[in-house]
């Protein structure tokens, strides 16, 4: 069964730092988002991205935060400068271009901030 | 802004038994997609079970299932026969209609219910 890809599976970094968290989509899907959660809270919406632009972003999404497809294949989210409370994991998201069939997640990025 | 609200942060079902997962939701759409998610210890995110809300037919995946009451906005899961293995955090999800966009919009998960199963 086809897989959304996430690299690493756990990152730290200190604070200040710029991260970048890897992901991999399944190869035939259109649609590609960014999720984050907290530990202990629920899965909040980051970011979704078509035909190589942003769609939509959540206010969670500020100038601290971009995307980018860079080769067709890779999806990444990059964080410029970290901060303590980005700390959480990370979920990449693909889906096709019917959402019945759901979002297919990766198995996440646990990213800390020290 | 669509809503999810899950009123139970935990529930806990004897092995072999039925448990049902509440979730409401809040939208002015007519048409949208609802989900269940299951997150295990591991924080993969799997997809168990999904409704579109203009089918009146509750989806059933095996031992899931789902109860959608459209006018009260209302889509609990059904687990028979629970197992160990049904350990795990439960989300409910809402996803925006069709023709919005396509894939465009993001999910909107409620707070979750940690499932525990008794042996």
């Known amino acids: 069964e086809p897989e959304v890809t996430q690299t690493p599976s756990h990152q730290v970094t200190q604070m200040g730092q710029e991260v970048i968290l890897r992901c991999v989509p399944i190869?035939?899907?259109?649609?590609f988002y960014w999720y984050r959660q907290i530990l202990g809270q629920k899965v909040e919406f980051l970011v979704s991205?078509?035909?190589?632009?942003?769609?939509?972003k959540s206010e969670i999404f500020d100038d601290q935060f971009s995307v980018e497809r860079p080769d067709g294949s890779n999806f990444t989210l990059k964080i410029r400068s970290t901060k303590l409370e980005d700390s959480a994991m990370y979920f990449c998201?693909?889906?096709?271009?019917?959402?019945?069939?759901?979002?297919?997640f990766g198995s996440g990025t646990r990213l800390t901030v020290v | 802004a669509q809503t999810v609200t899950q009123s139970q942060p935990e529930m806990s079902v004897q092995e072999a038994e039925t448990v049902t997962l509440s979730c409401t939701y809040d939208t002015s759409e007519s048409d949208y997609y609802l989900f269940w998610y299951k997150q295990p210890p591991s924080r993969q995110m799997i997809l168990v079970i999904r409704?579109?809300?203009?089918?009146?037919q509750n989806a059933t995946e095996n031992r899931f299932s789902v109860n959608f009451q459209k006018a009260a906005k209302s889509f609990s899961l059904k687990i028979s026969d629970s197992q160990l293995g049904d350990a795990a955090m439960y989300f409910c999800a809402y996803s925006p209609p069709r023709g919005s966009g396509g894939g465009a919009d993001g999910l909107t998960f409620g707070k979750g219910t940690h499932l525990i199963i008794q042996p």
């Open positions: 991205f078509y035909n190589n632009e942003i769609s939509e």
């Open positions: 409704q579109e809300a203009y089918k009146q």
């Open positions: 998201a693909s889906s096709g271009n019917t959402r019945f069939y759901g979002y297919t």
């Open positions: 190869s035939n899907h259109l649609y």
